[in-house]
């Protein structure tokens, strides 16, 4: 899980980006955010990297947003 709350845009995306490279392929990751653009962002981020979008949803003032990696 990665927490980003607290970080405003892009550095959510950014730090997704590098904890993804931790991560197996057909793996998930679980990002926590507070940032209001993160779920746009996030959906961007999928488009251009071939991950799934799994999860993107408000939890009080937090987004949960869930990554499958590609391969």
Known sequence: ??????????????????????????????VLATDPSAPADFASFCETTGHALLESRQDGETYVIRLRKAG
């Open 1 to 30: 899980m990665l927490d980003a709350k607290g970080l405003k845009c892009p550095l959510p995306v950014l730090r997704a980006r590098k904890a993804m490279k931790q991560v197996p392929a057909g793996g998930v990751l679980q």
